[in-house]
């Protein structure tokens, strides 16, 4: 079948609705209560209502947006990003080394755009 999200695969072999929670967050940070953001990819709004629900505190905003794979797609190059800041960290470079990092990624985006 080629390469496949997670969230096809489950909605393909257990025939159910998937959504993805997907954010730029630290577990740590949440459980301090410290302000933070996700967003459910979705393709039932029902469901997606409900799973905002479930998720969203005073500190903790959930955002939908009806694209499980964008959705899904974006997350886990926010992952590859954050590998990438973490590799620039740990070598000990500055801020100018992490900048020009996300630079690259803007412009693989941007890339993206025109082919998908």
Do not use: W
């Not at 159910?16 to 967050?25: K, R």
């Not at 209502?49 to 479930?54: E, M, T, V």
């Not at 100018?96 to 412009?107: G, Y």
């Amino acid at each position: 079948d080629g390469p496949q999200l997670i969230s096809q695969m489950i909605t393909k072999y257990l025939n159910i609705d998937c959504s993805v929670l997907m954010g730029a967050n630290i577990a740590g940070d949440i459980g301090r209560e410290q302000l933070s953001e996700a967003v459910i990819g979705y393709t039932n709004l029902d469901h997606a209502k409900l799973l905002k629900k479930l998720f969203e505190t005073k500190y903790f905003v959930v955002n939908l947006l009806p694209d499980v794979a964008g959705a899904e797609m974006c997350g886990t190059l926010k992952n590859i990003v954050a590998l990438g800041a973490g590799m620039i960290d740990g070598l000990g470079l500055g801020p100018n080394s992490k900048a020009t990092v996300m630079r690259q990624v803007s412009l693989v985006r941007q890339l993206l755009h025109f082919v998908i």
